[in-house]
């Protein structure tokens, strides 16, 4: 019998996939064929700047890193099977392009708003699915 392997899968796979390191994300845009711009995410219908759409667009990965605008400490699951308490923040993207995203560590006490953020892999009990999880660009580099 021959073992297989199955190739991880992100929850979201129009926003980002698995870097070449294995942990780290890239995020997935659009480059808009009339501006050249980039629109996030890669499947928006339109560049969020001059409107264009996006039926053509080139799809570009780029690293997965921002910088923490606000956060907030949440203790009631905002979807099913959300581990409580967790923190939730704005993070800015791109130039023009803020998300909000659950921040990967165990309280706040380390983070400040600027700080420089990574978006890693969070990977579910099963392994093999993935989502997004922010941490502390320095806490990546371990």
Same mark, same amino acid.
């Given at each position: ?7 991880p ?5 129009t926003?980002?996939?698995l870097a070449?390191?294995g942990?780290?994300?890239?995020? @997935? ?7 050249q711009? @980039?629109t996030?995410?890669a499947?928006a219908?339109?560049c ?6 996006l ?5 570009v990965g780029?690293?997965?890193?921002g910088t923490?605008?606000?956060?907030v400490?949440?203790h ?7 581990p409580v308490p967790?923190i939730a923040?704005d993070?800015r993207?791109a ?9 990967g ?15 890693i892999?969070?990977?579910d ?7 997004c999880?922010f941490?502390?660009?320095?806490e990546?580099?371990?």
């Amino acid at each position: 019998m021959t073992a297989t392997h199955a190739e991880p899968r992100p929850r979201h796979p129009t926003l980002y996939r698995l870097a070449a390191n294995g942990r780290s994300l890239e995020f @997935l845009y659009a480059r808009c064929p009339g501006c050249q711009r @980039l629109t996030f995410p890669a499947n928006a219908p339109g560049c969020m700047h001059c409107g264009a759409p996006l039926d053509e667009a080139e799809q570009v990965g780029l690293p997965g890193e921002g910088t923490l605008m606000e956060y907030v400490t949440l203790h009631v699951a905002l979807v099913p099977g959300m581990p409580v308490p967790a923190i939730a923040g704005d993070v800015r993207i791109a130039e023009g392009v803020v998300e909000q995203g659950v921040i990967g560590v165990a309280d706040e006490s380390g983070l400040r708003p600027g700080m420089a953020l990574t978006a890693i892999a969070a990977f579910d009990d099963d392994g093999l699915t993935y989502r997004c999880a922010f941490v502390p660009a320095e806490e990546n580099r371990q």
